[in-house]
Protein backbone atom coordinates (compact mmCIF):
# COMPACT_ATOMS: atom_id res chain seq x y z
CA UNK A 1 0.00 0.00 0.00
CA UNK A 2 1.15 3.44 -0.62
CA UNK A 3 0.77 5.75 2.25
CA UNK A 4 0.70 9.01 0.09
CA UNK A 5 -2.50 7.76 -2.35
CA UNK A 6 -3.96 5.07 -0.45
CA UNK A 7 -3.33 2.86 -3.88
CA UNK A 8 -2.67 -1.05 -3.16
CA UNK A 9 -1.15 -3.66 -5.18
CA UNK A 10 -2.83 -6.93 -5.38
CA UNK A 11 -0.81 -9.89 -6.21
CA UNK A 12 -2.26 -13.02 -7.64
CA UNK A 13 0.02 -15.80 -8.47
CA UNK A 14 2.03 -17.76 -9.26
CA UNK A 15 1.01 -20.35 -7.05
CA UNK A 16 -2.86 -19.31 -6.81
CA UNK A 17 -6.39 -20.89 -5.87
CA UNK A 18 -8.18 -19.21 -8.96
CA UNK A 19 -5.48 -19.83 -11.43
CA UNK A 20 -4.92 -22.88 -13.31
CA UNK A 21 -1.57 -22.68 -14.15
CA UNK A 22 1.31 -20.74 -13.38
CA UNK A 23 1.78 -16.60 -13.78
CA UNK A 24 2.12 -13.54 -11.66
CA UNK A 25 -0.22 -10.90 -11.80
CA UNK A 26 -0.06 -7.53 -10.21
CA UNK A 27 -3.14 -5.03 -10.16
CA UNK A 28 -2.77 -2.01 -9.02
CA UNK A 29 -6.47 -0.60 -7.06
CA UNK A 30 -7.78 2.70 -6.00
CA UNK A 31 -10.52 0.98 -3.93
CA UNK A 32 -12.20 -1.01 -6.61
CA UNK A 33 -11.02 0.46 -9.55
CA UNK A 34 -7.49 -1.16 -11.15
CA UNK A 35 -5.43 1.34 -12.32
CA UNK A 36 -2.41 -0.72 -13.39
CA UNK A 37 -2.09 -3.94 -14.48
CA UNK A 38 1.50 -6.39 -15.27
CA UNK A 39 1.65 -9.69 -15.81
CA UNK A 40 4.73 -12.07 -15.52
CA UNK A 41 4.84 -15.52 -17.42
CA UNK A 42 7.39 -17.92 -17.53
CA UNK A 43 7.24 -20.32 -14.88
CA UNK A 44 6.25 -23.18 -16.89
CA UNK A 45 9.88 -24.55 -18.64
CA UNK A 46 9.19 -27.96 -20.51
CA UNK A 47 11.91 -27.74 -23.01
CA UNK A 48 9.59 -29.02 -26.36
CA UNK A 49 11.26 -26.68 -28.64
CA UNK A 50 14.77 -27.80 -27.39
CA UNK A 51 13.66 -31.46 -26.87
CA UNK A 52 12.37 -31.31 -30.71
CA UNK A 53 16.17 -31.44 -31.97
CA UNK A 54 17.17 -34.30 -30.56
CA UNK A 55 14.41 -36.62 -31.58
CA UNK A 56 13.33 -37.95 -35.15
CA UNK A 57 10.79 -36.01 -37.70
CA UNK A 58 8.08 -38.71 -36.48
CA UNK A 59 8.90 -38.83 -32.34
CA UNK A 60 8.00 -35.19 -32.52
CA UNK A 61 4.93 -35.27 -34.04
CA UNK A 62 3.99 -36.94 -30.68
CA UNK A 63 6.17 -34.40 -28.38
CA UNK A 64 4.48 -31.16 -30.32
CA UNK A 65 0.54 -32.56 -29.36
CA UNK A 66 1.65 -32.17 -25.78
CA UNK A 67 2.10 -28.55 -26.01
CA UNK A 68 -1.73 -28.64 -25.27
CA UNK A 69 -3.92 -30.74 -24.36
CA UNK A 70 -7.17 -29.15 -25.38
CA UNK A 71 -5.31 -28.21 -29.21
CA UNK A 72 -3.15 -31.34 -29.27
CA UNK A 73 -4.41 -32.33 -32.51
CA UNK A 74 -3.73 -28.71 -34.30
CA UNK A 75 -0.45 -28.60 -33.04
CA UNK A 76 0.64 -31.96 -34.38
CA UNK A 77 -1.42 -30.63 -38.17
CA UNK A 78 0.61 -27.32 -38.39
CA UNK A 79 4.09 -29.24 -37.48
CA UNK A 80 3.33 -32.39 -40.15
CA UNK A 81 1.75 -29.50 -42.58
CA UNK A 82 5.35 -27.85 -42.36
CA UNK A 83 7.51 -30.58 -42.40
CA UNK A 84 5.06 -32.08 -45.52
CA UNK A 85 6.00 -28.81 -47.14
CA UNK A 86 10.09 -29.58 -46.89
CA UNK A 87 9.47 -32.88 -47.91
CA UNK A 88 7.59 -32.08 -50.87
CA UNK A 89 4.95 -34.36 -49.97
CA UNK A 90 0.82 -33.63 -49.88
CA UNK A 91 -1.30 -35.91 -47.51
CA UNK A 92 -4.37 -37.50 -49.55
CA UNK A 93 -7.44 -36.04 -50.07
CA UNK A 94 -9.51 -38.26 -47.70
CA UNK A 95 -6.52 -37.69 -45.09
CA UNK A 96 -6.75 -34.12 -44.93
CA UNK A 97 -10.66 -34.10 -44.66
CA UNK A 98 -10.25 -36.36 -42.13
CA UNK A 99 -7.60 -34.21 -40.38
CA UNK A 100 -9.98 -31.01 -40.82
CA UNK A 101 -13.02 -32.78 -39.32
CA UNK A 102 -10.74 -33.56 -36.60
CA UNK A 103 -9.90 -30.34 -35.77
CA UNK A 104 -13.00 -28.77 -36.17
CA UNK A 105 -14.80 -31.33 -33.12
CA UNK A 106 -11.49 -29.93 -31.52
CA UNK A 107 -12.41 -27.09 -31.36
CA UNK A 108 -16.09 -27.52 -30.20
CA UNK A 109 -14.32 -29.52 -27.80
CA UNK A 110 -12.18 -26.29 -26.66
CA UNK A 111 -14.71 -23.92 -26.84
CA UNK A 112 -17.26 -25.77 -24.95
CA UNK A 113 -14.18 -26.40 -21.97
CA UNK A 114 -13.83 -22.75 -22.70
CA UNK A 115 -17.36 -21.93 -21.49
CA UNK A 116 -17.64 -23.15 -19.08
CA UNK A 117 -14.10 -22.37 -17.60
CA UNK A 118 -15.69 -18.46 -17.99
CA UNK A 119 -18.85 -19.22 -16.51
CA UNK A 120 -16.62 -20.83 -13.24
CA UNK A 121 -14.65 -17.68 -13.37
CA UNK A 122 -18.27 -15.39 -13.36
CA UNK A 123 -19.47 -17.54 -10.44
CA UNK A 124 -22.27 -18.88 -12.84
CA UNK A 125 -21.10 -22.41 -11.70
CA UNK A 126 -24.35 -24.36 -13.22
CA UNK A 127 -23.37 -23.24 -16.31
CA UNK A 128 -19.83 -24.69 -15.79
CA UNK A 129 -21.28 -28.23 -14.56
CA UNK A 130 -23.54 -28.25 -17.94
CA UNK A 131 -21.17 -26.96 -20.68
CA UNK A 132 -18.54 -29.44 -18.98
CA UNK A 133 -21.41 -32.57 -19.50
CA UNK A 134 -22.01 -31.81 -21.98
CA UNK A 135 -18.68 -32.14 -23.98
CA UNK A 136 -18.31 -35.53 -22.99
CA UNK A 137 -20.21 -35.88 -26.28
CA UNK A 138 -17.72 -34.72 -28.54
CA UNK A 139 -15.08 -36.15 -26.46
CA UNK A 140 -16.63 -39.64 -26.75
CA UNK A 141 -16.72 -39.06 -30.59
CA UNK A 142 -12.98 -38.22 -30.71
CA UNK A 143 -12.75 -41.59 -28.94
CA UNK A 144 -14.54 -43.56 -31.06
CA UNK A 145 -12.45 -42.12 -33.58
CA UNK A 146 -9.16 -42.61 -32.33
CA UNK A 147 -9.09 -44.32 -28.95
CA UNK A 148 -8.44 -41.53 -27.31
CA UNK A 149 -10.37 -38.15 -25.59
CA UNK A 150 -7.65 -35.87 -25.21
CA UNK A 151 -4.53 -36.92 -27.53
CA UNK A 152 -5.97 -38.17 -30.03
CA UNK A 153 -2.48 -38.93 -32.16
CA UNK A 154 -4.63 -38.98 -35.37
CA UNK A 155 -1.75 -37.09 -37.39
CA UNK A 156 1.18 -39.74 -39.17
CA UNK A 157 3.60 -37.74 -41.44
CA UNK A 158 2.03 -38.11 -44.65
CA UNK A 159 -1.66 -38.98 -43.64
CA UNK A 160 -3.91 -40.12 -40.83
CA UNK A 161 -4.17 -43.19 -38.76
CA UNK A 162 -7.68 -43.91 -38.61
CA UNK A 163 -10.52 -43.97 -41.03
CA UNK A 164 -14.27 -42.98 -41.07
CA UNK A 165 -16.60 -45.90 -41.35
CA UNK A 166 -20.21 -45.49 -41.68
CA UNK A 167 -21.02 -46.65 -38.65
CA UNK A 168 -18.79 -43.82 -37.10
CA UNK A 169 -20.53 -41.02 -39.59
CA UNK A 170 -23.65 -42.37 -38.26
CA UNK A 171 -22.48 -42.11 -34.59
CA UNK A 172 -20.74 -38.70 -35.55
CA UNK A 173 -24.31 -37.12 -36.47
CA UNK A 174 -26.32 -37.85 -33.50
CA UNK A 175 -23.42 -36.61 -31.70
CA UNK A 176 -23.25 -33.50 -33.53
CA UNK A 177 -27.38 -33.34 -33.28
CA UNK A 178 -27.06 -33.31 -29.47
CA UNK A 179 -23.96 -30.62 -29.14
CA UNK A 180 -26.32 -28.46 -31.74
CA UNK A 181 -29.07 -28.45 -29.37
CA UNK A 182 -26.98 -27.94 -25.98
CA UNK A 183 -25.59 -24.92 -27.78
CA UNK A 184 -28.25 -23.83 -28.60
CA UNK A 185 -29.28 -23.27 -25.24
CA UNK A 186 -26.47 -22.04 -23.77
CA UNK A 187 -26.79 -19.62 -26.78
CA UNK A 188 -30.04 -18.53 -25.05
CA UNK A 189 -28.62 -18.60 -22.05
CA UNK A 190 -26.42 -16.01 -22.72
CA UNK A 191 -28.16 -14.04 -24.43
CA UNK A 192 -30.92 -14.07 -21.83
CA UNK A 193 -29.88 -14.50 -18.45
CA UNK A 194 -29.67 -10.48 -17.12
CA UNK A 195 -27.08 -11.38 -14.01
CA UNK A 196 -24.50 -12.95 -16.93
CA UNK A 197 -25.10 -10.00 -19.46
CA UNK A 198 -24.82 -7.91 -16.40
CA UNK A 199 -21.19 -9.44 -15.57
CA UNK A 200 -20.00 -9.16 -19.37
CA UNK A 201 -21.73 -6.38 -21.22
CA UNK A 202 -19.58 -3.42 -21.92
CA UNK A 203 -17.05 -5.12 -19.66
CA UNK A 204 -13.47 -5.27 -21.41
CA UNK A 205 -14.78 -3.34 -24.13
CA UNK A 206 -11.70 -3.47 -27.34
CA UNK A 207 -12.48 -1.53 -30.36
CA UNK A 208 -11.61 -2.94 -33.91
CA UNK A 209 -8.95 -0.11 -34.11
CA UNK A 210 -7.77 -1.05 -30.12
CA UNK A 211 -7.77 -4.78 -31.14
CA UNK A 212 -5.64 -4.06 -34.41
CA UNK A 213 -3.13 -1.69 -32.51
CA UNK A 214 -2.71 -5.05 -30.11
CA UNK A 215 -2.43 -7.57 -32.57
CA UNK A 216 -5.01 -9.15 -31.20
CA UNK A 217 -6.32 -12.79 -32.97
CA UNK A 218 -8.73 -15.49 -33.09
CA UNK A 219 -12.51 -14.77 -31.36
CA UNK A 220 -11.08 -12.35 -29.32
CA UNK A 221 -10.58 -10.35 -32.02
CA UNK A 222 -13.19 -11.51 -34.44
CA UNK A 223 -15.43 -10.45 -31.64
CA UNK A 224 -13.98 -6.79 -31.92
CA UNK A 225 -15.02 -6.88 -35.77
CA UNK A 226 -12.02 -7.88 -37.19
CA UNK A 227 -12.89 -10.94 -40.38
CA UNK A 228 -9.50 -12.37 -40.02
CA UNK A 229 -8.86 -16.37 -39.65
CA UNK A 230 -6.32 -18.35 -41.59
CA UNK A 231 -8.85 -21.13 -42.61
CA UNK A 232 -10.07 -18.24 -44.85
CA UNK A 233 -7.45 -16.10 -45.25
CA UNK A 234 -4.47 -18.98 -46.27
CA UNK A 235 -7.09 -22.40 -46.51
CA UNK A 236 -4.89 -25.35 -45.79
CA UNK A 237 -6.34 -28.97 -45.42
CA UNK A 238 -9.79 -29.12 -47.03
CA UNK A 239 -10.77 -25.56 -45.97
CA UNK A 240 -11.34 -24.83 -50.01
CA UNK A 241 -13.40 -27.46 -50.13
CA UNK A 242 -15.27 -27.56 -46.92
CA UNK A 243 -15.33 -23.98 -46.41
CA UNK A 244 -16.26 -21.85 -43.14
CA UNK A 245 -18.09 -18.59 -42.46
CA UNK A 246 -15.85 -16.32 -40.39
CA UNK A 247 -18.13 -15.33 -37.21
CA UNK A 248 -18.00 -11.53 -35.82
CA UNK A 249 -19.12 -9.32 -33.54
CA UNK A 250 -18.80 -5.67 -33.37
CA UNK A 251 -19.92 -4.82 -29.52
CA UNK A 252 -16.04 -5.98 -28.50
CA UNK A 253 -16.86 -6.96 -24.90
CA UNK A 254 -17.02 -10.10 -22.70
CA UNK A 255 -20.21 -10.64 -23.75
CA UNK A 256 -19.49 -10.32 -27.41
CA UNK A 257 -16.93 -13.55 -27.14
CA UNK A 258 -19.21 -15.90 -25.61
CA UNK A 259 -21.36 -15.01 -28.80
CA UNK A 260 -18.70 -15.38 -31.38
CA UNK A 261 -17.37 -19.02 -29.86
CA UNK A 262 -20.71 -20.12 -29.67
CA UNK A 263 -21.16 -19.15 -32.80
CA UNK A 264 -18.36 -20.79 -33.79
CA UNK A 265 -19.15 -23.97 -32.67
CA UNK A 266 -22.84 -24.04 -34.88
CA UNK A 267 -20.22 -23.72 -37.84
CA UNK A 268 -17.99 -26.32 -36.77
CA UNK A 269 -20.80 -28.57 -36.44
CA UNK A 270 -22.30 -27.64 -40.29
CA UNK A 271 -18.64 -27.84 -41.30
CA UNK A 272 -18.27 -31.50 -39.74
CA UNK A 273 -21.77 -32.13 -41.02
CA UNK A 274 -20.66 -31.42 -44.76
CA UNK A 275 -17.46 -33.03 -44.36
CA UNK A 276 -18.79 -36.78 -43.32
CA UNK A 277 -21.80 -36.33 -45.85
CA UNK A 278 -19.48 -35.66 -48.49
CA UNK A 279 -15.75 -37.27 -47.57
CA UNK A 280 -13.56 -37.70 -50.35
CA UNK A 281 -12.09 -41.49 -51.40
CA UNK A 282 -8.89 -42.75 -51.25
CA UNK A 283 -5.74 -43.30 -49.17
CA UNK A 284 -4.92 -41.94 -45.69
CA UNK A 285 -1.29 -41.83 -46.10
CA UNK A 286 1.19 -41.21 -48.41
CA UNK A 287 5.33 -42.22 -48.87
CA UNK A 288 6.98 -39.41 -46.99
CA UNK A 289 11.13 -40.12 -46.84
CA UNK A 290 13.05 -40.32 -43.39
CA UNK A 291 15.77 -37.94 -43.43
CA UNK A 292 13.54 -34.04 -44.97
CA UNK A 293 15.30 -32.41 -47.06
CA UNK A 294 16.88 -29.34 -46.38
CA UNK A 295 15.80 -26.12 -46.04
CA UNK A 296 13.15 -24.15 -44.17
CA UNK A 297 8.91 -23.90 -43.95
CA UNK A 298 6.19 -21.97 -42.23
CA UNK A 299 2.83 -23.21 -41.63
CA UNK A 300 0.15 -21.44 -40.27
CA UNK A 301 -3.30 -22.81 -39.13
CA UNK A 302 -6.00 -21.46 -36.68
CA UNK A 303 -6.20 -23.27 -33.58
CA UNK A 304 -9.22 -22.59 -31.39
CA UNK A 305 -7.85 -19.49 -29.69
CA UNK A 306 -6.08 -18.20 -33.39
CA UNK A 307 -3.17 -18.10 -35.26
CA UNK A 308 -0.72 -21.18 -34.85
CA UNK A 309 2.04 -20.58 -36.40
CA UNK A 310 5.33 -22.86 -36.95
CA UNK A 311 8.59 -22.54 -38.16
CA UNK A 312 10.42 -25.84 -38.96
CA UNK A 313 13.85 -25.75 -40.35
CA UNK A 314 16.13 -29.12 -42.11
CA UNK A 315 19.39 -29.58 -42.09
CA UNK A 316 18.64 -32.68 -44.16
CA UNK A 317 19.12 -35.05 -41.46
CA UNK A 318 16.57 -37.89 -39.97
CA UNK A 319 16.19 -34.76 -36.77
CA UNK A 320 14.79 -31.18 -37.03
CA UNK A 321 17.41 -28.12 -36.73
CA UNK A 322 14.84 -26.22 -35.33
CA UNK A 323 11.19 -26.31 -34.65
CA UNK A 324 9.74 -22.64 -33.67
CA UNK A 325 6.19 -22.14 -32.24
CA UNK A 326 4.23 -19.22 -31.57
CA UNK A 327 1.10 -19.66 -29.95
CA UNK A 328 -2.20 -17.64 -30.00
CA UNK A 329 -2.11 -16.74 -26.40
CA UNK A 330 0.99 -14.97 -26.50
CA UNK A 331 -0.63 -12.29 -28.88
CA UNK A 332 -3.37 -11.28 -26.57
CA UNK A 333 -2.24 -11.06 -23.12
CA UNK A 334 -1.61 -7.55 -24.47
CA UNK A 335 -5.11 -6.61 -24.77
CA UNK A 336 -5.43 -7.97 -21.03
CA UNK A 337 -3.44 -5.70 -19.29
CA UNK A 338 -4.70 -3.10 -21.46
CA UNK A 339 -8.53 -3.46 -20.80
CA UNK A 340 -7.98 -4.20 -17.34
CA UNK A 341 -7.10 -0.43 -16.39
CA UNK A 342 -10.69 1.00 -15.72
CA UNK A 343 -12.41 -2.02 -14.39
CA UNK A 344 -13.48 -3.11 -11.19
CA UNK A 345 -10.90 -5.82 -9.69
CA UNK A 346 -14.28 -8.37 -9.73
CA UNK A 347 -14.14 -8.13 -13.71
CA UNK A 348 -10.63 -9.37 -13.74
CA UNK A 349 -11.45 -12.99 -13.31
CA UNK A 350 -13.74 -13.03 -16.69
CA UNK A 351 -11.61 -11.09 -18.40
CA UNK A 352 -8.41 -13.03 -18.30
CA UNK A 353 -10.49 -15.93 -19.13
CA UNK A 354 -12.26 -14.08 -21.98
CA UNK A 355 -8.78 -14.37 -23.88
CA UNK A 356 -9.23 -18.66 -23.26
CA UNK A 357 -5.26 -18.29 -21.93
CA UNK A 358 -2.73 -21.43 -22.08
CA UNK A 359 0.20 -20.58 -19.86
CA UNK A 360 2.01 -24.00 -20.87
CA UNK A 361 1.30 -23.03 -24.65
CA UNK A 362 2.93 -19.34 -24.70
CA UNK A 363 5.74 -20.36 -22.05
CA UNK A 364 9.52 -20.78 -23.14
CA UNK A 365 12.99 -21.30 -21.63
CA UNK A 366 16.11 -19.59 -23.58
CA UNK A 367 19.75 -21.37 -23.14
CA UNK A 368 22.82 -19.36 -23.20
CA UNK A 369 26.45 -20.44 -23.14
CA UNK A 370 29.10 -18.21 -22.86
CA UNK A 371 30.13 -15.61 -19.53
CA UNK A 372 27.76 -13.17 -18.17
CA UNK A 373 29.59 -10.45 -18.91
CA UNK A 374 30.82 -11.52 -22.94
CA UNK A 375 29.30 -8.42 -24.68
CA UNK A 376 25.93 -8.35 -25.53
CA UNK A 377 24.88 -10.86 -22.73
CA UNK A 378 22.77 -8.87 -19.97
CA UNK A 379 23.49 -9.33 -16.30
CA UNK A 380 22.95 -12.28 -14.47
CA UNK A 381 20.21 -10.21 -12.48
CA UNK A 382 18.55 -9.15 -15.92
CA UNK A 383 18.39 -13.00 -17.31
CA UNK A 384 16.97 -13.74 -14.20
CA UNK A 385 14.08 -11.45 -14.37
CA UNK A 386 13.30 -12.32 -17.86
CA UNK A 387 12.93 -15.68 -16.93
CA UNK A 388 16.54 -16.96 -18.78
CA UNK A 389 18.26 -19.73 -17.57
CA UNK A 390 22.08 -19.40 -17.34
CA UNK A 391 24.80 -22.04 -17.57
CA UNK A 392 28.60 -21.63 -17.55
Not at 299 to 313: D, H, K, N, Q
Amino acid sequence: MSPDTNKFIIPIGPQHPALKEPANFEFWVDGEIVTGASVRLGYVHRGIEKGAEARTWTQNLYLMEHICGICSHIHATAYTLAVEKLAGVEAPPRASAIRQMIAEMERIHSHMLWLGVAAHEGGFDSLFMYSWRDRETVMDLLEKISGNKVHYSANVLGGVKFDITPELVEEIRKGLDYLAERNKFYMDVIMGDETFMGRTRDIGTMTRERAEHLGAIGPTARASGIPRDIRVDAPYLTYSQFPINIQTHTAGDLHARFIVRINETFEAIRVIREIVDSLPAGDLTTRIPRRIPEGEAVSRVEAPRGELFYYVASNGSDKPERVKVRTPSLCNWSTVLSLAVGLKLADMPMLLSGIDPCFSCNDRSIRIKGKVDDPGIWSWEKLRQYGIQYYR
